[in-house]
């Protein structure tokens, strides 16, 4: 029986994705994950990131944390050898935030990859977010050094672990970042017109993950799942599909191109609005830069609210979930009352609690 792969953009402790995490962790049976701290093994945070997500599995899904540190490319070779056996036996393996290249310089060459791809092909779950996820194909984009240290835009190679799976894919996650406000922070925060620049170096489609959102690989189904506030972009010579949350589609749409009334075309290289704009003469440019710079900033605030909303109404959720489980009908009651009368519907499915706003809006999952 195969098993899953799980690649997260961003907010892989929100409440969101707990949903996600708890459904990878009983299809594979997990009562515990193999926490895996390489990618995040410079920082003097690192043990502060492994207490906290440690806690976040044990208070959001109920699970206990194994830890095989190794957060350094020179450690001794019992500790390496230590973590790939505990890979290899593992049903749930989780990494996430930190440095992609620092994570491959950790883990290239010590069998880690082969290890994860065995643990995913016994039914295991591989559940990888951010800097992690970027590791797992063909190749990697080094954002630090690039958006950071100011490299060339460049890609590196991953450990391809998708490819031993029968995927050939490079994945970028942070897919709608809007950090930058008055520069373009999507694609991993290298920007549209720089990836666009790179693309042609790839003999691989790249399967882009927005943040707050989930692309659950399921080998055994054959199928990728998305769930999340955003959604899937699958782009190759072709052009792009994007797959909304909720989307369900067969894993071999990701080895080619997309049927052509799915396809949408990429713009001119080097052309986003602000660029459309340059040639305006002064008088007209800088007021239209003010104006679309202010656009952006509302975009975020308005985003930032919703997402907001999300979390309330999600954590919320949560604690519904947790009285229903202990048998308190009443608390659970009072809090889906409290909901409705805020205009948020909620609708109990087989998958967990979904919820929308009163009057229309997508609908979403909770834990």
Same mark, same amino acid.
């Given at each position: 029986?195969?098993?899953?792969?799980?690649?997260?953009?961003?907010?892989?402790?929100?409440?969101?994705?707990?949903? =996600?995490?708890? /459904?990878?962790?009983?299809?594979?049976?997990? $009562?515990? =994950?193999?926490?895996?701290?390489?990618?995040?093994? !410079?920082?003097?945070?690192?043990?502060?990131?492994?207490? /906290?997500?440690?806690? !976040?599995?044990?208070?959001?899904?109920?699970?206990?944390?194994?830890?095989?540190?190794?957060?350094?490319?020179?450690?001794?070779? =019992?500790?390496?050898?230590?973590?790939?056996?505990?890979?290899?036996?593992? /049903?749930?393996?989780?990494?996430?935030?930190?440095?992609?290249?620092?994570?491959?310089?950790?883990?290239?060459?010590?069998?880690?990859?082969?290890?994860?791809?065995?643990? =995913?092909?016994?039914?295991?779950?591989?559940?990888?977010?951010?800097?992690?996820?970027?590791?797992?194909? *063909?190749?990697?984009?080094?954002?630090?050094?690039?958006?950071?240290?100011? %490299? &060339?835009?460049?890609?590196?190679?991953?450990?391809?672990?998708?490819?031993?799976?029968?995927?050939?894919?490079?994945?970028?996650? +942070?897919?709608?970042?809007?950090?930058?406000?008055?520069?373009?922070?999507?694609?991993?925060?290298?920007?549209?017109?720089?990836? *666009?620049?790179?693309?042609?170096?790839? $003999?691989?489609?790249?399967?882009?993950?927005?943040? +707050?959102?989930?692309?659950?690989? &399921?080998?055994?189904?054959?199928?990728?799942?998305?769930?999340?506030?955003?959604?899937?972009?699958?782009? %190759?010579?072709?052009?792009?599909?994007?797959?909304? $949350?909720?989307?369900?589609?067969?894993?071999?749409?990701?080895?080619?191109?997309?049927?052509?009334? &799915? #396809?949408?075309?990429?713009?001119?290289?080097? *052309?986003? @609005?602000?660029?459309?704009?340059?040639?305006?003469?002064? $008088?007209?440019?800088?007021?239209?830069?003010?104006?679309?710079?202010?656009?952006?900033? @509302?975009?975020?605030?308005?985003?930032?609210?919703?997402?907001? *909303?999300?979390?309330?109404?999600?954590?919320?959720?949560?604690? #519904?979930?947790?009285?229903?489980?202990?048998?308190? !009908?009443?608390?659970? &009651?009072?809090?889906?009352?409290?909901?409705?009368?805020?205009?948020?519907?909620? #609708?109990?499915?087989?998958?967990?609690?979904?919820?929308?706003?009163?009057?229309?809006?997508?609908?979403?999952?909770?834990?």
């Amino acid at each position: 029986m195969m098993g899953q792969v799980v690649l997260m953009g961003s907010g892989e402790t929100a409440p969101r994705m707990v949903a =996600v995490h708890r /459904k990878a962790l009983k299809e594979a049976g997990a $009562d515990r =994950v193999v926490l895996l701290d390489g990618p995040f093994g !410079f920082q003097e945070s690192a043990d502060l990131l492994v207490e /906290k997500l440690a806690a !976040f599995f044990r208070s959001s899904l109920g699970v206990e944390v194994e830890v095989p540190s190794l957060r350094r490319p020179d450690e001794p070779a =019992v500790r390496r050898a230590h973590l790939v056996e505990a890979v290899r036996s593992a /049903k749930a393996v989780f990494a996430g935030p930190g440095s992609p290249t620092y994570a491959l310089r950790v883990w290239r060459s010590i069998g880690l990859a082969e290890a994860a791809a065995e643990m =995913v092909s016994r039914g295991g779950s591989l559940i990888m977010a951010s800097a992690a996820a970027l590791t797992l194909g *063909r190749k990697t984009l080094p954002v630090y050094e690039i958006y950071k240290v100011g %490299d &060339d835009p460049h890609w590196v190679d991953g450990l391809d672990i998708l490819g031993m799976l029968g995927l050939s894919l490079t994945v970028v996650p +942070h897919w709608n970042n809007t950090e930058g406000g008055n520069h373009d922070t999507s694609r991993c925060y290298i920007g549209e017109r720089r990836l *666009r620049a790179i693309q042609g170096e790839l $003999d691989t489609p790249i399967l882009g993950i927005d943040e +707050h959102t989930a692309a659950i690989l &399921d080998f055994e189904e054959g199928t990728l799942e998305v769930s999340g506030l955003g959604a899937v972009t699958l782009r %190759d010579a072709h052009g792009e599909t994007r797959f909304p $949350d909720g989307s369900t589609v067969p894993l071999d749409r990701l080895g080619g191109g997309p049927p052509a009334g &799915d #396809r949408v075309e990429r713009p001119e290289a080097g *052309r986003t @609005v602000f660029d459309l704009i340059e040639g305006l003469p002064p $008088d007209v440019r800088e007021p239209l830069r003010r104006e679309l710079v202010a656009g952006i900033q @509302v975009r975020q605030e308005l985003e930032g609210l919703a997402e907001w *909303r999300t979390r309330v109404v999600e954590g919320m959720l949560e604690v #519904r979930e947790n009285a229903r489980r202990r048998g308190d !009908f009443e608390a659970a &009651d009072a809090i889906r009352d409290a909901l409705s009368a805020a205009g948020i519907e909620i #609708r109990d499915t087989r998958d967990g609690p979904r919820w929308s706003l009163s009057g229309g809006g997508s609908a979403a999952g909770a834990g």
